[in-house]
C-alpha cells in the first residue's frame, strides 16, 4: 500500500496534533487516516490499520482476525510492517483467523 504525499505513513498523516481518546483536550496524539487507528499508550504517535493494533510495537507473535480487520477497517486485506527494532535471528510466530 501507498501513502499519500504529506503523510508519514499509510496510516499516519501526523505524528501530533491530534485528540487523544483518554483526554479530548491532549493533543499529542498521531493523526490517523482513514480506515487507521491509533497505537497503545505507549505508542501514541503512530497509527496501524485499524484491527491490527496489537502489532503497534513489535510485529511478531501475533494473532490477526480477518473479521475483525474487515470490521475495523473496512478492507479486506492487511499490511504488516516488521518493526525497526527487531533484532535477528529472532523467531516470530504469525496467526492468520480466517473469516467463517
Known sequence: LNFKPGHLDTWTIQSTGCDCPDNAEDK??????QGGCLCASENRHKCVQCG???ACGNVCNVTLSSAQIKQRSGRSTGE?????????PTLCWYRFEPSA
Open 80 to 88: 504488516l510492517k516488521s518493526s525497526p527494532y527487531l533484532k535477528g
Open 28 to 33: 499529542s496524539c498521531a493523526c490517523c487516516a
Open 52 to 54: 491490527l493494533e496489537t
